[in-house]
């Protein structure tokens, strides 16, 4: 069974920066995509940012340019890194994972999740 634990989330003011971390067992595949999601209160779970088996990502349209996702293999983890971050930018995130392929990293209906991180930005 495939087990995910996120780790690395705290409240920062505006523009500041934070890595998200995700360690990933029990998951020896080849083909896979992997994303990160943020969830608000009372809003469903959107991606934020992607990643596939050939190392090919995506981003969500407002973190583009702030965001970077990254796949480290011989450590089995999946990261994060979130700079100038806004307010907007709050929420819980959730790392994610599936296999063989995804179509869209950012609307693929993950089968696996991991219990979430908390980012809070302040203004």
């Known amino acids: 069974q495939v087990r995910l634990m996120e780790s690395g989330g705290d409240s920062v003011q505006a523009g500041g920066s934070l890595t998200l971390s995700c360690a990933i067992s029990?998951?020896?595949?080849?083909?896979?995509?992997m994303a990160w999601f943020r969830q608000k209160p009372q809003k469903a779970r959107l991606g934020v940012a992607g990643i596939d088996w050939r190392g090919d990502t995506e981003y969500m349209d407002s973190v583009k340019g702030r965001f970077t996702i990254s796949r480290d293999k011989a450590n089995n983890s999946l990261s994060l890194q979130m700079t100038n971050l806004q307010p907007e930018d709050t929420g819980m995130y959730y790392c994610?994972?599936?296999?063989?392929?995804?179509?869209?990293?950012?609307?693929?209906?993950?089968?696996?999740w991991g219990r979430g991180t908390q980012v809070t930005v302040s203004s």
């Open positions: 029990e998951f020896p595949y080849n083909s896979y995509c």
């Open positions: 994610v994972v599936d296999m063989p392929r995804c179509q869209n990293t950012l609307t693929h209906e993950y089968r696996f």
